[in-house]
């Protein structure tokens, strides 16, 4: 059984910072992309950032330069660097993953953590 479990959420005043975690754990044989998406209340769940098993990186338009992804493949584990933050990065953040399961590769959810910046 594969788990994403994330950690790192939290209440913060606007301008500052919170650090998200994510650790796969269970049995996989490797993992593709890791990213995180996030969804505030009435809202789609949308993209934030993407990091590729090579590290190539991509974000969202309205966290370019704000929010920074990197992983730690030896920990299985994806981090989200989050700076300056606005009230309206208020969400549940999902950690996702793409692993290679007894030969077959699988999308992969956590179970969320809640970001709330207040004004």
């Known amino acids: 059984q594969v788990q994403l479990v994330e950690s790192g959420g939290g209440l913060v005043q606007a301008g500052g910072s919170l650090r998200l975690s994510c650790a796969a754990s269970?049995?996989?044989?490797?993992?593709?992309?890791m990213g995180w998406y996030r969804q505030a209340p009435g809202k789609q769940r949308d993209l934030v950032a993407l990091?590729?098993?090579?590290?190539?990186?991509n974000y969202a338009d309205s966290v370019k330069g704000r929010f920074t992804i990197s992983r730690d493949n030896a920990k299985n584990t994806v981090y989200l660097q989050m700076n300056s933050l606005k009230p309206e990065d208020t969400a549940d953040y999902y950690c996702?993953?793409?692993?290679?399961?007894?030969?077959?590769?699988?999308?992969?959810w956590g179970q969320g953590t809640q970001v709330t910046v207040s004004s």
């Open positions: 996702n993953a793409d692993l290679w399961v007894a030969s077959r590769l699988g999308n992969y």
């Open positions: 269970g049995s996989f044989s490797s993992i593709n992309n």
């Open positions: 990091i590729s098993s090579s590290g190539t990186t």
